[in-house]
């Protein structure tokens, strides 16, 4: 994978199949520059220092639309289960076989003081509330999955969590939906509508007006859930 370095950022040259321009991703994770797949390495850098002026623009414009705070692991600091409020705590006491994760009342404890020293505690930490977020959103998934997909009158095949980085949710035409586990922080309403979202597109697999119509039958107040995403999506995402 292409870098390039402006200023303090690092941008990824993703090439693409798009014709004579140029676009700019700005995300929490990434900053990347989508380019036409034909351009040379030389003519990329080229271009991009003679857009740099507007490039860092555009950089700074959307990092500052980002949440100022965001959700992050640090000890004692606020995240969400399903919308409600946790603490994440760190114990450096409890002695345990390993690093392991688990809620306590309104806690997230986060065990750190192992039989055995690892070579990357801060990443294993991360690794293993992953895994309970993904746990938790499987756990309240299934009875809701199966519920919704009954109502709408469709039988997904295969349920999976995953790691996206700028979508809640995928439906594919051989019937597999797949989740960000990032929803497992959402309040339990707005779970629901990305759900009844995703079984909707094994109906339409588009976002006609007979797909939102459908949308709409099943899950009337949608547009507030849309509205929560809008406003707190990029600090889940960010996470």
Known sequence: MQTLQLDTETIEVVKTTRRGS???KVEPHR?????????????????????????LQQIRKHQA????????LKDDHELWLLGEIIRF??????????????LDGAHLMAYMNTARALK??????????VQFFSEQLHTYLAPRLQLFAEQIG???????IRNYKSRWGSCYSDGRVQFNWRLAMAP???VDYVIQHELCHLIHPNHSADYWALVARHCPDYAQHKQWLKANGLALMAF
């Open 22 to 24: 140029i676009a700019l």
């Open 120 to 129: 990357d505690p801060q990443a294993t930490q991360r690794k293993k509330v």
């Open 31 to 55: 900053i990347a520059l989508m380019v036409p797949r034909q351009l040379s390495e030389t003519t990329i850098v080229s271009l991009v220092e003679k857009e740099r002026d507007w490039l």
């Open 89 to 102: 705590k760190e114990d450096h006491h409890t002695p345990v076989n390993t690093l392991s994760v688990a």
């Open 154 to 160: 469709v039988q997904p095949t295969e349920v999976t």
């Open 65 to 72: 639309a980002m949440p100022a705070q965001r959700l992050r």
């Open 188 to 190: 339990k309403d707005v």
